[in-house]
C-alpha cells in the first residue's frame, strides 16, 4: 500500500503551498482585522489558479474541479476530487478564509460539479458560486426547509430565507436548497442556482464572525424570486424513491474540501509550533514515547491524529474519483478532521504558552479559524449520526 501522493498531485502540492507563502500568509491578519473588505490581492491568485486549471485538462486544484460523476470503467485514477483536496489543503496552510472568499472556488461550485447537467456545467462554468442551505431555525436538520419554489410557466418562483451563506454577497451564483412542495418531504427538495442580481433576491445581513473574517458570511432573502427552471441542478421530477439522495450527493462532494480545509489549518499550526518550540522542545523520534517530555509527547500524538484525518480525506475524495459511493466515508473525514484541527490548533496555543496566545503569531487565529469546520457542512453530531446510520443500515427515520 502506497499512501505517498503521486507526482503530478505533489507538484499541485507544492504550488499551492508556495502560492500560500508568498501570496495568502502576508495578508492574513491584514484581512482578520479588516473584516467584510474585499481582498483584492486574491484577484491574481485567482487567475492563476484558473490557468493551472486550464492546463490541467479538468483536474485542477480548487473547489470548482470537484466532480462525481467518475466513469467506473476508467481504471483507478486519481483526478479532480483528489486535485481539489490537495490544492485547499495547501491553501489553507496558508489561511482557510482567503481561500473561502477566492473567486470560483465556493462550497457552491462543489454542489454545481455534483449535480449539474452538461449543459448546466459548461454554463456555470468560471462563475463563482455560494451556498445557501440554512436557514433560521434550520440548522443541522437539512431536510427541513421552508424556503419554497412554486414552478409558474418557464420560472419558479422562489420565497424564503437563508442564514450563514459563505461568500454570499460576492459570489456570481447562490445555489439555493427549496422544495417544490412542503407536503412531499424531502423528496421535493431541490437545488437552484440564483444569478446575483436576480429580483427579488436580496443580501439583508453580514455576520460578524470569530474566525475567517476574511471571508463575508451573508443573510438573503428571497421575495418571489422568479429563477428560469433550467436553473434547477438535476432532476425536476420529485422521485420519493430516491428521496433526499440528489440533494444530499452535494455533500459527497462538499465534506471531504471541508475535512481538507481543516487538515491544511491543522499543518499550519503543527508546522509553526514545532519551529516555535526547536530549542526549548526538540523532538526526537528514534526514541521510546515513554522517554519523551509531555510537551513530546503531546505533539506526536497531535501529529498522528492529523495524519488519520488526512488519510481519511484522501480516501474520501478517491473514491468520488472512482466512482464508489463515499457518503459515509465523507463524513468521517469530514468528522475526524473537524475535530482533530480543533483540538490540534487549541493545544498548539498552549503549548506556545503566552507567544501562542498574541496576536504577534497566527497561531491564535487558527484556533479561532478552526472551529467553523467542525461546524458548517454538518456538525461533529451530525456526521457521526451519518456514519452511524451507514454502518447500522438503518434509515433517518429509524436512527435520530
Known amino acids: 500500500m502506497n499512501l505517498e501522493l503521486p507526482k503530478k498531485l505533489k507538484v499541485l502540492s507544492d504550488m499551492a503551498q508556495n502560492l500560500s507563502v508568498e501570496m495568502l500568509r502576508p495578508i492574513s491578519r491584514k484581512y482578520d482585522l479588516a473584516e467584510h473588505e474585499y481582498p483584492k490581492e486574491l484577484d491574481l491568485v485567482s487567475s492563476m489558479l484558473d490557468g493551472m486549471n486550464d492546463g490541467e485538462g479538468g483536474a485542477g486544484v480548487g473547489a470548482d474541479q470537484s466532480k462525481q460523476k467518475a466513469d467506473k470503467n476508467a ?7 483528489m486535485a481539489a483536496v490537495v490544492g485547499i489543503q495547501g491553501f489553507c496552510w496558508g489561511d482557510v478564509g482567503l481561500l473561502l472568499t477566492l473567486p470560483r472556488q465556493g462550497l457552491g461550485n462543489a454542489a454545481i460539479g455534483a449535480v449539474a447537467n452538461e449543459e448546466q456545467s459548461k454554463r456555470f462554468q468560471g462563475k463563482w458560486a455560494a ?3 440554512t436557514e433560521p431555525g434550520t440548522g443541522s436538520d437539512s431536510a427541513n426547509i421552508n424556503t419554497t419554489a412554486r414552478l409558474d410557466g418557464d420560472h419558479y418562483i422562489l420565497n424564503g430565507e437563508k442564514i450563514f451563506v459563505t461568500a454570499g454577497e460576492r459570489a456570481d451564483i447562490v445555489v439555493v436548497w427549496a422544495s417544490l412542495d412542503k407536503q412531499a418531504g424531502r423528496a421535493a427538495i431541490k437545488s437552484f442556482a440564483v444569478e446575483r ?19 463575508d458570511t451573508a443573510s438573503i432573502s428571497f421575495s418571489d424570486c422568479r429563477v428560469h427552471k433550467s436553473n434547477l441542478l438535476g432532476n425536476p421530477e420529485i422521485d420519493t ?18 475535512a481538507a480545509m481543516a487538515v491544511g489549518v491543522a499543518k499550519a499550526a503543527l508546522d ?5 518550540l526547536k530549542d526549548s522542545t526538540p523532538l526526537d523520534y528514534s526514541k521510546p514515547i515513554y522517554n519523551s517530555s509531555a510537551a513530546e509527547a503531546e505533539f506526536y500524538r497531535m501529529e498522528a491524529d492529523w495524519e488519520a484525518a488526512r488519510l481519511l480525506t484522501l480516501q474520501a475524495a478517491w473514491m468520488a474519483d472512482n466512482g464508489q459511493p463515499n457518503s459515509m466515508e465523507a463524513s468521517m473525514a469530514k468528522a475526524k478532521a473537524g475535530r482533530t484541527c480543533n483540538g490540534i490548533t487549541l493545544k498548539c496555543v498552549e503549548l506556545c504558552s503566552g507567544l501562542g496566545y498574541s496576536e504577534d503569531e497566527l497561531l491564535e487565529k487558527w484556533s479561532r479559524d478552526s472551529k467553523i469546520l467542525d461546524i458548517f457542512e454538518g456538525t461533529q453530531q451530525i456526521q457521526q449520526l451519518i456514519v452511524a446510520r451507514r454502518l447500522l443500515n438503518l434509515s433517518s427515520s429509524e436512527l435520530k
Open 75 to 81: 481504471g483507478i485514477r486519481n483526478g479532480a476530487n
Open 131 to 133: 451556498m445557501a442551505i
Open 197 to 215: 442580481g436576480t429580483p427579488g433576491m436580496e443580501v439583508t445581513r453580514l455576520e460578524h464572525k470569530l474566525g475567517i473574517k476574511a471571508s
Open 241 to 258: 424513491k430516491q428521496g433526499f439522495g440528489g440533494v444530499m450527493q452535494t455533500f459527497d462532494n462538499t465534506r471531504p474540501l471541508v
Open 272 to 276: 509553526r509550533t514545532k519551529a516555535l
